[in-house]
């Protein structure tokens, strides 16, 4: 198992405590959700996910084996509150990268459009390179 994320809701009195977690296969990875140490729902991905947030299709999955009347409210406290969080932190990093690109002089911007990202690694990894080079532009320029 790795990389497990807890999300939680109260719906009509109750507390849904949803245990998510990712773990191996033999052709790439399942996401695994648990509610009470019951496993819900399991989605098995070749090589990567489409979903707008880690975990989004096994717990849509997992919700839809919870009661009738609590479905609407977990899926708007879960689902659609971690869909805006994800959204918001999307909009600030991409703000932050845009001012640190808008920094650069023309000869560096050209340097970082050819950088490939992939990742969210590789994302902070251009953006380090951007800030030394933004750094190292404005001491030249004194």
Partial sequence: MTD?????????????EFNAYTKKTRNGFMHVITLLGEILAKVSWFGRTWEGFEYQAALSKAIEKCPMED???????????????????ADAEFSRFKALHNALDEKNKERVSTM?????????????????????Q???ME
């Fill in 116 to 136: 490939e990202m992939h990742s969210e690694d590789d994302v902070n990894c251009v953006m380090g390179i951007m800030r030394m080079m933004a750094a190292l």
């Fill in 138 to 140: 404005s001491i030249t």
């Fill in 71 to 89: 479905r609407a409210a977990l899926k708007e406290q879960i689902i659609a509150k971690t869909e805006r969080e994800m959204r918001e932190k």
């Fill in 4 to 16: 497990e994320k807890v999300f939680k809701a109260n719906v009509n009195g109750k507390d849904y």
